[in-house]
T-cell receptor
Framework: DTAVSQTPKYLVTQMGNDKSIKCEQN?????MYWYKQDSKKFLKIMFS???????INETVPNRFSPKSPDKAHLNLHINSLELGDSAVYFC????????????FGPGTRLTVT | AQSVSQHNHHVILSEAASLELGCNYS??????LFWYVQYPGQHLQLLLK??????LVKGIKGFEAEFIKSKFSFNLRKPSVQWSDTAEYFC??????????FGTGTRLQVFP
């Protein structure tokens, strides 16, 4: 029973391409997130959505656009990929309310060549 | 602004040694505190969390952490590490939003 799943697990692409990463959670959570983990393992939040509405939008280039078709899905689309976009992208989900514990997906390793 | 500091970037231990990883945070209000672990090639998993109550919290796999409000600290401990504890450990904090702020992580290597 996968709680938070991401596809693809690995993504290798060339500079300038447009790519998407998909995330799905089956935990019944209201809120979903995207995090970026760089080569030094530093994790930083990019976006969060609550019931399909954008809640957190950190300082992320406009080339990154999250889309939430429903509260169980949060996809990340990246336009005009750059070398610096190479990282591991983690999706997470949580309930809003008493607990802010976040459950993470397995990550998508994006390599831009 | 919230921030989290993990001063130990890389810790190397032998099996059965005791572990303490430091975590300090900067935030003026009520906080929720977390320790996550990332085993090689895997996703983050929650080790333990503190929301309120007893400042000494116990997590999975024999880990515990103590919240010391006066020191803005939430150090992670384990009395006797195993080779399987080799991983990256992240301290994280949030305040009155669900925005998790992570520390830079501590890489733990345990040798048999």
């Amino acid at each position: 029973d996968t709680a938070v799943s991401q596809t693809p697990k690995y993504l290798v692409t060339q500079m300038g391409n447009d790519k998407s990463i998909k995330c799905e959670q089956n935990l019944g959570h209201d809120t979903m997130y995207w995090y970026k983990q760089d080569s030094k393992k530093f994790l930083k939040i990019m976006f969060s959505y609550n019931n399909k509405e954008l809640i957190i939008n950190e300082t992320v280039p406009n080339r990154f656009s999250p889309k939430s078709p429903d509260k169980a899905h949060l996809n990340l689309h990246i336009n005009s990929l750059e070398l610096g976009d190479s990282a591991v992208y983690f999706c997470a989900s949580s309930l809003v309310g008493n607990s802010y514990e976040q459950y993470f997906g397995p990550g998508t390793r994006l390599t831009v060549t | 602004a919230q921030s989290v500091s993990q001063h130990n970037h890389h810790v190397i231990l032998s099996e059965a040694a005791s572990l303490e990883l430091g975590c300090n945070y900067s935030y003026g209000g009520t906080v929720n505190l977390f320790w996550y672990v990332q085993y090689p090639g895997q996703h983050l998993q929650l080790l333990l969390k503190y929301f309120s109550g007893d400042p000494l919290v116990k997590g999975i796999k024999g880990f515990e952490a103590e919240f010391i409000k006066s020191k803005f600290s939430f150090n992670l401990r384990k009395p006797s590490v195993q080779w399987s504890d080799t991983a990256e450990y992240f301290c994280a904090v949030n305040g009155n939003t669900d925005k998790l702020i992570f520390g830079t992580g501590t890489r733990l290597q345990v040798f048999p």
